[in-house]
T-cell receptor
Framework: EAQVTQNPRYLITVTGKKLTVTCSQN?????MSWYRQDPGLGLRQIYY???????DKGDVPEGYKVSRKEKRNFPLILESPSPNQTSLYFC?????????????FGDGTRLSIL | SQQGEEDPQALSIQEGENATMNCSYK?????LQWYRQNSGRGLVHLIL?????REKHSGRLRVTLDTSKKSSSLLITASRAADTASYFC????????????FGAGTRLFVKA
């Protein structure tokens, strides 16, 4: 089954404790992306990747890191999480990154930073 | 920055009625997509319309695009309770990069 898998689905942690949210897709997609969703703001893009070893900033990259060492995986790293990063996070992938392909979304990761 | 902005923010209708949601954007685009999100779940792609297209249909969905007004609308005909969800437009911001910009969404509630 074609899918985007995020882990963990829920996480409560404390300020400053490094964490990684994993994302994996099984569709051989080139484009992968991370979004955060906050009430009233819709989805805002954090980082995206056009292919292996090619990443670029979205609209809200501050406080986040990503890497794309393999085509299927695109982890999101919070080196020193802060309470303002409490949010619902989504990973997505698409065949290409040209905007003319539908994006497939994971089920989300609800992150609470105390 | 918010490229897409949906209007209205929330919409409540009776089953069987039509629902219309609008999306406005600021910069030129190549493509515009509509997505649906059931409460707290991942988004599901509904329909894509290219900048050289004016209208597109998919089942009970009809999407229009007016590039001169930088706006799009999503019409759901003969709505059902199962259509209750949030709907988002997303654009590729034609700025040389490959960003995707989502609007804040319209929450649709269809009463049975």
């Amino acid at each position: 089954e074609a899918q985007v898998t995020q882990n963990p689905r829920y996480l409560i942690t404390v300020t400053g404790k490094k964490l990684t949210v994993t994302c994996s897709q099984n569709m051989n997609h080139e484009y992968m992306s991370w979004y955060r969703q906050d009430p009233g703001l819709g989805l805002r893009q954090i980082y995206y990747s056009m292919n292996v070893e090619v990443t670029d900033k979205g609209d809200v990259p501050e406080g986040y890191k990503v890497s794309r060492k393999e085509k299927r995986n695109f982890p999101l790293i919070l080196e020193s999480p802060s309470p303002n990063q409490t949010s619902l996070y989504f990973c997505a992938s698409s065949q290409r990154g040209m905007g003319n392909q539908p994006q497939h979304f994971g089920d989300g990761t609800r992150l609470s930073i105390l | 920055s918010q490229q897409g902005e949906e209007d209205p923010q929330a919409l409540s209708i009776q089953e069987g009625e039509n629902a219309t949601m609008n999306c406005s954007y600021k910069t030129s685009i190549n493509n515009l997509q509509w997505y649906r999100q059931n409460s707290g779940r991942g988004l599901v792609h509904l329909i894509l319309i290219r900048s050289n297209e004016r209208e597109k249909h998919s089942g009970r969905l009809r999407v229009t695009l007016d590039t001169s007004k930088k706006s799009s609308s999503l019409l759901i005909t003969a709505s059902r309770a199962a259509d209750t969800a949030s709907y988002f437009c997303a654009t590729d911001a034609n700025t040389g990069g490959f960003k995707t910009i989502f609007g804040a969404g319209t929450r649709l509630f269809v009463k049975a």
